[in-house]
């Protein structure tokens, strides 16, 4: 992420000083801020002898130099996909909105505690898959959709049965997952070691 120095009324060579030491820290994408023209100069040679490419905005008088070391895009990318936990030979289908049978209220209240205690485990499946009533739990239940967010983000893929979407008119509220159909499913479901139903 793009860190900002502000180096407005210091006098040179102050900013230069500030930018090798962000440089010195690893920094990668920053800007420094300075009020003028001969700051600007210095700190463009600066970063021309450090293999940085840079880029100056002028606004109201003052200057911001932004200094680049590669892809900024890239580096988050790259930051997600390290952080990512591996994914387990494991799936779980999901059939009905709540979880076992009785209270309707506390079924749903145990779907949204399992999905938050799988988004908080080492272990995580390589997919979820909803059907029939279960098309409710990424649709209706906003507390379980927060956990599966966090899943997907990860790297687990969610897939929504379109067919049961379409039959409850819950198309519109899918904010989490993909559509999906029932061969993409299954196939999941057959390259999967395990598949638990809920």
């Known amino acids: 992420m793009s860190r900002n120095i502000d180096a407005r009324g210091k006098n040179c060579p102050m900013p230069v000083m500030m930018a090798k030491k962000e440089i010195e820290q690893g920094g990668k994408f920053f800007t420094v801020q300075v009020d003028n023209k001969i700051a600007v100069e210095n700190l463009r040679k600066f970063a021309n002898s450090q293999g940085f490419e840079v880029n100056v905005e002028e606004a109201n008088g003052d200057f911001n ?15 997600k996909v390290e952080n990512r936990k591996p994914l387990g030979d494991w799936c779980v289908f999901v059939n009905k909105s709540t979880i076992g049978i009785g209270n309707e209220e506390l079924g749903q209240s145990l ?3 399992f999905f938050y205690t799988v988004s908080e485990s080492e272990d995580y499946p390589k997919a979820v898959l909803f059907m029939n009533d279960g098309v409710k739990v990424p649709t209706l ?19 929504i049965c379109g067919a049961c979407l379409d039959f409850y008119e819950l198309k519109e509220k899918v904010t989490v997952g993909q559509v999906s159909n029932m061969y993409a499913i299954l196939e999941v479901m057959k390259s999967a070691g395990k598949v638990i139903t809920l």
């Open 65 to 79: 130099v932004k200094f680049s070391n590669g892809c900024e895009e890239c580096e988050e990318i790259i930051a």
């Open 111 to 113: 779907m949204k505690m």
């Open 141 to 159: 239940n906003d507390q379980a959709a927060e956990h599966l967010k966090k899943l997907e983000e990860a790297g687990v893929e969610l897939l």
